[in-house]
């Protein structure tokens, strides 16, 4: 009968032990409730490690386990107005943690409702932000950056790669997000370490537009290059037909020169020939009248000469080198 006792005694400590202590890990923090009541908070401090064995009033109080660690916010992208009234495509992303144990179940219980708060706070920050300021402020980031500029453009179209100017930039509206939605989140026991912009785009409705005038931009640049390559073209074509007929000018000056001395030589070879003998005289006058007759005569020519005509002379001659008889 003792030992009986003795069990139950033994089964009773061990199921008070094991209603009365607990764990915790290093990725969670644990706060205690007492009749729904939150209590005391375990593993909450960053700077002090307290995961381990611990211990509460069993049957009385409850382990309530929450995520230590840094958690994720991945936000929907949303249309909304810039400052100089062009309607962009805003997909943001943010890092947060539980701050206060006690604070985030009172106010939200889970991290569901968490995330739905989230989304309306850092939206509603988000918008606030991009319609205080231009475009070119969300999508630039550094204020000093110059654009890589193709120097052939420089002369042709002098607003292609000239960045304008800004007075924020990118990082700084991140920062002002992550300000304004900050004041918010504190009161749910949320702390928001970061908030970024994943992807910024024009609106679905917009893109095609803008496709189009960058491509009308670009055509325009490519025509004013080709026109200017037509000019030197042409340029470079009248160059040339000037040097080629100044070429066949000095070439046809230089031939009628050759042929001029080469006539004087040749009417020079001739009259020393027709002056060395009179035979060689009449021989000569022969042959060139022969060569006239080819050249003037034909098959059905018909002449009428007068007794007293050179060609009526050289007909009547029998012998080509025989003086002419003399006609009465």
């Known amino acids: 009968m003792k030992f009986t006792r003795v069990i139950i005694g033994l089964v009773a400590l061990l199921i008070l032990l094991s209603s009365s202590a607990f764990t915790v890990s290093e990725i969670e923090q644990v706060f205690i409730t007492q009749f729904g009541k939150p209590g005391r908070a375990i593993n909450a401090n960053p700077a002090k490690n307290e995961a381990g064995l611990h211990f509460k009033v069993p049957f009385i109080q409850r382990v309530n386990r929450i995520e230590k660690r840094i958690l994720e916010w991945n936000g929907p992208a949303e249309e909304m107005p810039t400052r100089d009234k062009l309607y962009i495509s805003v997909d943001s992303f943010a890092r947060w943690r539980i701050a206060n144990p006690v604070t985030y179940y009172e106010k939200l219980r889970d991290e569901p409702s968490a995330l739905s708060r989230l989304n309306d706070n850092i939206g509603s920050a988000t918008?606030?932000?991009?319609?205080?300021?231009?475009?070119?402020?969300?999508?630039?980031?550094?204020?000093?950056?110059?654009?890589?500029?193709?120097?052939?453009?420089?002369?042709?179209?002098?607003?292609?790669?000239?960045?304008?100017?800004?007075?924020?930039?990118?990082?700084?509206?991140?920062?002002?997000?992550?300000?304004?939605?900050?004041?918010?989140?504190?009161?749910?026991?949320?702390?928001?370490?970061?908030?970024?912009?994943k992807r910024i785009n024009y609106k679905s409705g917009v893109i095609d537009k803008i496709y189009a005038r960058m491509i009308s931009e670009r055509q325009q640049i490519a025509e004013r290059f080709r026109s200017e390559g037509a000019g030197e073209a042409v340029k470079i074509i009248g160059k040339k037909d000037r040097e080629l007929l100044s070429i066949q000018s000095e070439a046809y000056r230089q031939e009628q020169e050759i042929k001029g001395q080469a006539d004087g030589q040749a009417t020079g070879i001739?009259?020393?020939?027709?002056?060395?003998?009179?035979s060689a005289a009449d021989f000569y006058q022969f042959v060139k009248t022969l060569e006239t007759y080819q050249k003037t005569l034909a098959k059905d020519t018909t002449l009428i000469f007068t007794s007293d005509s050179d060609l009526f002379r050289l007909f009547k001659r029998i012998d080509p080198l025989r003086p002419p008889v003399p006609t009465r």
Do not use: C, M
């Open 270 to 278: 001739y009259a020393q020939a027709y002056n060395s003998s009179p």
């Open 127 to 197: 918008r606030s932000v991009i319609a205080a300021h231009n475009l070119i402020e969300v999508v630039r980031s550094q204020i000093d950056r110059k654009a890589v500029r193709d120097e052939t453009l420089v002369e042709t179209e002098s607003n292609v790669g000239v960045l304008p100017a800004i007075q924020y930039g990118r990082s700084v509206l991140e920062a002002q997000i992550l300000k304004a939605a900050q004041k918010n989140v504190d009161l749910w026991g949320i702390e928001l370490l970061d908030v970024r912009f």
